[in-house]
């Protein structure tokens, strides 16, 4: 599968106008500060790119970022802008077509940005096998992915390798692709349907569950959209397996517990996240409201308080004294009803539904 996906990123594929489904889409519904940084991105860089709207976590100002799959380095240039002149952003791909146009701008972009040293470089390799690019132990604060993990054919060495390098407190926050089910083996041997991010993509219960066996105890859903197949004949290879592209954010936190458990402690949010002044929505289901104090469960506090994110709370209590399980009146993401929904129909880059929560 390695070199059915260098073909068909390297030579089948020669611009996002030449993917036949919106699993890798455009950029619809983008603020106009991400905009203005995709604007300062080289033409052709922008033309090779293929994944799903841009990850752009919070707080990454000095941040040393890892981009898996990287491409052509669209999104590493973009967070080469966020992460600043003394931060780095390092990408990694095994595709020497899509390298050499990531490695043609360098200079272009140092001098876009004003930096006096290039702050990113990219790296030849595959993403399961980090530790051969001498990446070392707890060395990266953040690590991103745009519709890149479901192209590998070992997911579960992906995510043990992003577990070794991240920081402790560091997260992973990705895009991918995932099924309502699990993919049968013939759809998972099919080039195109793999290369277009579909039968690659795992079913989203054996995702959570794998993703807890290498150490991120708990999966963030951050957003989700459906994706739509306008081909007929694509739509009837694929039968009735369903997909989504989602966003998640895994935080390699110690101490936490496989489920959430309440301790009757808060937080309060300083509100000074930038962009997030007033409200900041940590995961689908966890928004903060500034200076509010806000009921949190111990894995949360721990999460928190482990991060980049602890300088911009107030915590209070301990873990003295067990409540129970974590009952707060927070409407939990549904991820496999949710696939059920009528928003099934919707187009490229639309919206997630919101999710209200009762702490905001």
């Known amino acids: 599968m390695h070199n059915v996906v260098k073909e068909y990123y390297g030579n089948v594929l020669t611009g996002s106008k030449d993917l036949q489904t919106n699993a890798c889409c455009t950029d619809d519904n983008l603020s106009s500060s991400v905009k203005q940084v995709l604007a300062n991105i080289h033409d052709e860089v922008m033309a ?20 898996l799959g990287c491409g052509a380095g669209r999104d590493c240039y973009a967070i080469a802008q966020m992460v600043g002149e003394y931060g780095s952003v390092t990408g990694v791909d095994m595709t020497d077509e899509q390298l050499a146009v990531a490695n043609r701008h360098v200079e272009y972009h140092r001098e876009k940005f004003g930096y006096k040293k290039a702050n990113t470089q990219f ?19 953040v690590v991103i992915s745009n519709c890149v993990i479901n192209l590998s054919p070992d997911k579960h060495a992906v995510l ?12 992973i926050y990705f895009s991918d692709v995932y099924a309502d089910k699990r993919v049968p083996e013939h759809l998972k041997a099919d080039p195109l349907l793999y290369g277009e991010c579909l039968s690659g993509a795992l079913y989203w219960n054996d995702f959570e569950n794998l993703a807890k066996t290498v150490g991120f105890v708990e999966p963030r859903l951050v957003n989700s959209r459906a994706i739509t197949i306008d081909n007929e004949e694509l739509t ?11 966003t998640y954010r895994l935080f390699k936190t ?9 301790y009757g402690q808060s937080v309060t949010y300083l509100g000074t996240i930038e962009n997030h002044e007033a409200q900041w929505n940590f995961d689908g289901s966890t928004c903060f409201i500034a200076q509010k104090k806000t009921k949190v469960s111990g894995n949360t506090w721990r999460t928190l308080q482990q991060s980049r994110f602890s300088n911009h709370f107030n915590f209070e209590g301990t873990f003295d004294k067990h409540a129970g399980l974590f009952t707060a009146n927070n409407q939990i993401f549904d991820f496999a009803n949710e696939l059920k929904q009528d928003a099934l129909s919707a187009s ?7 999710i209200e929560s009762s702490c905001c």
């Open 123 to 141: 790296l030849k390799g595959y993403i399961e096998k980090l530790d051969e690019l001498n990446i070392s132990d707890n060395s990266i604060d």
């Open 236 to 246: 009837e290879r694929l039968g009735n397996v369903r997909f989504t592209s989602a």
């Open 348 to 354: 490229c880059c639309a919206p997630a539904p919101k």
């Open 48 to 67: 090779r790119y293929y994944g799903c709207g841009l990850v752009t976590p919070e707080l990454l100002k000095d941040c040393d970022v890892l981009d």
């Open 160 to 171: 043990r390798e992003v577990y070794r390098i991240l920081k402790p407190g560091g997260e």
């Open 254 to 262: 110690v101490e936490l517990e496989t489920d959430a458990q309440d």
